[in-house]
């Protein structure tokens, strides 16, 4: 398996099901930005909803080889399963990557178990071996990154915007990098002291370069 993450803003992805597994599906891709077809005559209540409020289009039966028109990702997540070799078939001969709940020998791509903080993603996967153990592990590094990280990226963002911007040469800016990271800039973050981290970003920037970090880091603070 090749690890990558997909931009799937506006793009088709189709899910056949209607179910609890169908619906993490379509939760994860609408919060990435994907445009959701979901082709099952019957949905889990936050489904349905979500077809009634226009946010996913949903088609209110069986499963037919047109619904993978345009399809970028395709998701099987039926109970039935004749209709999920079908799927399989029809998107592997489109040349369609295809997620097959629950057969992950099958499987084109598997999606990993993952949690977010800010743009902070981690991603966990078992090359679907053992969703649970994914999910324990993912669990363990929830507890590890708090959302100091969330604040952690954003200043940086501003940070490597900033030395962009400048003459210094890519050298010179991991060596900056690594002076801004080390030590207690993260302490300082999760102690809402972002006068400490203003003062440590002048300390090695300089006044002018350092950042103005207006409201970064009032949610902690």
Aim: glycine share 10%; hydrophobic share 40%; proline share 3%.
């Amino acid at each position: 398996m090749y690890p990558v993450f997909l931009d799937i803003r506006g793009k088709l992805c189709v899910v056949v099901g209607g179910g609890r597994v169908a619906r993490r599906k379509v939760e994860g891709l609408l919060a990435a930005g994907a445009a959701v077809r979901v082709v099952s005559p019957e949905a889990d209540a936050r489904l349905a909803a979500l077809g009634r409020e226009g946010k996913i289009e949903w088609l209110t039966r069986e499963y037919a080889e047109g619904d993978l028109d345009k399809a970028f990702l395709v998701f099987a997540a039926t109970d039935d399963r004749r209709t999920q070799e079908l799927i399989r078939r029809h998107a592997e001969a489109r040349r369609q990557f295809v997620n097959i709940a629950d057969d992950p020998g099958r499987c084109g791509f598997h999606v990993p178990s993952l949690f977010r903080q800010g743009d902070l993603t981690i991603a966990v996967s078992t090359s679907g071996k053992s969703p649970a153990v994914a999910a324990l592990i993912r669990k363990e590094l929830e507890n590890g990154y708090g959302p100091e990280y969330a604040v952690l990226l954003e200043i940086m963002a501003l940070v490597r915007q900033r030395l962009g911007a400048g003459e210094n040469t890519q050298e010179e800016r991991k060596k900056i990098y690594k002076k801004i990271l080390h030590g207690d800039i993260l302490a300082w973050i999760k102690r809402g002291r972002m006068d400490k981290v203003r003062a440590h970003l002048e300390n090695i920037l300089g006044a002018e370069m350092a950042p103005d970090l207006g409201n970064i880091g009032q949610e902690i603070e």
